[in-house]
């Protein structure tokens, strides 16, 4: 006899079966692929066993494309038509990046960057989807089996719109994203599953193009991010670049074919990571107009040449610490990630920085790809017992402009995500039946200093006096970091929303710099809020008392009309340059003059409300 199975709707009919899920470390230089097999989470390999894909993608015309290895070795040969590196691109504008030492063929789009391949125009977006698809064929290779969906890496400091990118990338690939994960998370998580972990640990994550650093408390199981910072225009790709310059220029070299650039380029790269186990190498090329290049460099020339960028990543490391709220002494333990940190002077900057040695006994390389998969087979629902709780931050606040260009922030940065939070506003002139809701991310005190996310429009407010409409706006961002915002009006529940998806095109860089310029101009950003809101304050008096006049001004003879008259200019005039303090005492004055004048409209409209009302019905 045949038993029935019976399951759930939408729930497999055997709960034992182990679902497939993956996680991506999709990165700059390098991409890998992990999975959770018998209990224990692997990177994936390729046919030949290697576990890393390099990030690159040749267009060879016909739609035929080639990922990896087989790209990275026509860079030098075919610039124009092999991307590396869109991890850099992605997201952003073309006026935002440094493309004069990239080999491409640029568009003219200023939304997204264009790139002119036998293929015809390939985004940032489109190449690293062509990497995903490789590393989802890969796993499914690997695993025997379709992937329920894939839990990919992003450093802490994307934005949405390269948030967005990335997860536009992903769906081209036609790939489930069941989470974007930051990547210093991601390997707090390998790491302190792996070592069962507690306490306070700082990621100090180097990869190719990229420094993220997060302060994380690991606490039984909890994963709750204390703060995020860093920079996605730093990594092991800039330290490549000064070396080559520096050989350039001290060879004299005027290289002219695009192909010695990329020749020299992957030799300056091998040379860098030899440097990591030896005391010294040699580059040696023959280049194409018949030069023989053969040069020396130490390990101490080469830290020489690269200590300021090692500085460069303890700026934020100093900023997280101060967000968290911690000091150096604090830090039980600071985990390395990236390719990057196998760089001897920036495991010495860092021990240094910290006063202890850091802790790098899981392969950097893997480390991130390994905690996405790990999270991934927990959203999958494969991980019954034990189950980690997971809590990440958002970098910059949210929040949305109001009257006088002022910034208010609705949800703080280094808020736990997923998070929501509401707030009521109103309207500000008489029979008000719109509202525009523009949604801003930044520090800074005016909108103007922010950055602009998006617009829409609340419509149906019924017709009141100002004051009176109750408009709830409420902000969502949910575990990708990504936002939407809602405002209803509560009366009679009319509403509107967006999802916020920007035009791809913040600097991360910018960000970096939006924290700094927040702190730096804390003292004038509080005063021109205090000004503006000053000048609020002064218009809205000016049209109550304008409207008062215009229906009672009987009620005054000429010398305390005359009075009220100059005032109101007085006041009108303070406001273009005038300091908070000023406005308010305008405001001051003019609110004390008009109090005589209130109280006689108050009779007058008692007067007319109980003309011809008997006594006896009131």
């Known amino acids: 006899m045949a038993l029935l199975q019976i399951a759930e709707p939408n729930m497999s009919a055997a709960p034992h079966q182990h679902r497939l899920a993956a996680g991506i470390d999709l990165g700059t230089t390098n991409s890998l692929v992990a999975s959770v097999k018998s209990g224990s989470a692997v990177c994936l390999a390729d046919e030949d066993g290697n576990t ?79 990497i995903l698809a490789s590393l989802k064929a890969r796993a499914e290779q690997s695993l025997g089996g379709e992937l329920v969906g894939a839990v990919i890496t992003v450093p802490a400091y994307f934005d949405d719109a390269q948030r967005q990118a990335t997860k536009d990338a992903a769906r081209l690939a036609g790939i489930n994203v069941l989470r974007l994960l930051n990547e210093p998370t991601a390997a707090a998580i390998a790491y302190g599953l792996d070592n069962a972990a507690e306490g306070t640990f700082v990621v100090y994550d180097l990869g190719g193009g990229t420094f993220d650093v997060s302060v994380l408390q ?59 186990s030896r005391p010294e190498t040699r580059v ?44 150096k002494s604090d830090i039980k333990g600071v985990i390395m990630v990236g390719g990057a940190t196998r760089m001897l002077h920036v495991q010495q900057a860092v021990g240094a920085f910290f006063g202890q040695t850091p802790l ?39 929040g949305l402009e109001t009257y006088g260009g002022l910034a208010e922030k609705i949800i703080p940065r280094n808020s736990t995500l997923p998070t929501a939070r509401a707030q009521e506003f109103t309207t500000f002139k008489d029979g008000q039946t719109a509202m525009t809701i523009h949604v801003v991310q930044g520090e800074r005190e005016l909108v103007a200093d922010c950055r602009s996310l998006a617009k829409f429009t609340l419509r149906g407010i019924p017709p009141m006096a100002a004051g009176a409409a109750r408009i709830r706006v409420t902000f969502q961002v949910d575990a990708d970091g990504l936002l939407s915002v809602s405002a209803r009006e509560q009366t009679t529940g009319v509403q509107a929303q967006i999802e916020v998806k920007p035009s791809y095109g913040l600097d991360d860089e910018t960000i970096t710099q939006m924290l700094r310029d927040s702190m730096a101009n804390a003292k004038n950003d509080a005063a021109a809020r205090a000004r503006a ?68 409209r108050m009779d007058r409209n008692i007067q007319r409300a109980l003309g011809g009302v008997s006594v006896e019905s009131l």
């Not at 204390?226 to 290289?255: M, P, Q, W, Y």
């Not at 074919?257 to 040379?271: H, I, M, N, P």
């Not at 194409?288 to 290049?293: K, N, P, R, Y």
């Not at 019954?384 to 990440?392: A, I, Q, S, V």
Request: proline share 3%; charged share 20%.
């Open 284 to 327: 040696q090329a023959a280049l194409s107009d018949g030069t023989s290049l053969d040069v020396h460099i130490t390990r101490a020339e080469f830290h020489a040449l690269t200590q300021h960028l090692v500085a460069k990543t303890l700026e934020p490391v100093k900023q997280a610490l101060k967000d968290a709220g911690v000091s």
């Open 533 to 600: 809101e000053a000048k609020v304050e002064a218009e809205g008096l000016m049209a109550a008392v304008q409207a008062a006049l215009d229906l009672d001004a009987d009620l005054l003879d000429e010398a305390e009309l005359s009075h009220i008259q100059n005032l109101m200019a007085q006041l009108h005039n303070s406001l273009p340059n005038h300091t908070a303090d000023q406005i308010r005492a305008a405001v001051q004055a003019l609110s004390h003059a008009t109090d005589d004048f209130a109280a006689r």
């Open 360 to 398: 790098n006994n899981l392969n950097p390389d893997q480390v991130v790809a390994l905690g996405a998969a790990m999270q991934a087979n927990v959203l999958a629902g494969n991980k019954n017992d034990g189950e980690w709780l997971l809590l990440d931050v958002t970098p910059l606040s949210l």
């Open 218 to 276: 690991l606490s039984k199981g909890l994963f709750e991010v204390k703060a995020t910072g860093g920079n996605s225009a730093l990594g092991g790709d800039d330290f490549d670049h000064r070396l080559f310059c520096h050989i350039v220029e001290k060879n004299n070299l005027s290289l002219t074919d695009e192909r010695d650039v990329q020749l020299l380029f992957g030799l300056v790269r091998a040379a860098k990571e030899e440097l990591s």
């Open 52 to 130: 890393s894909l390099p990030s690159v993608v040749r267009y060879l015309g016909n739609g035929e494309t080639v990922v990896g290895k087989e790209a990275l070795a026509a860079q030098k040969t075919d610039p124009q038509n092999t991307v590396s590196s869109a991890k850099r691109l992605i997201g952003r504008t073309l006026s935002e990046i440094d493309a004069a030492h990239l080999p491409y063929r640029f568009g003219q789009s200023e939304k997204i960057i264009e790139l002119h391949t036998k293929n015809g125009i390939k985004t940032p977006i489109d190449v690293s989807a062509d």
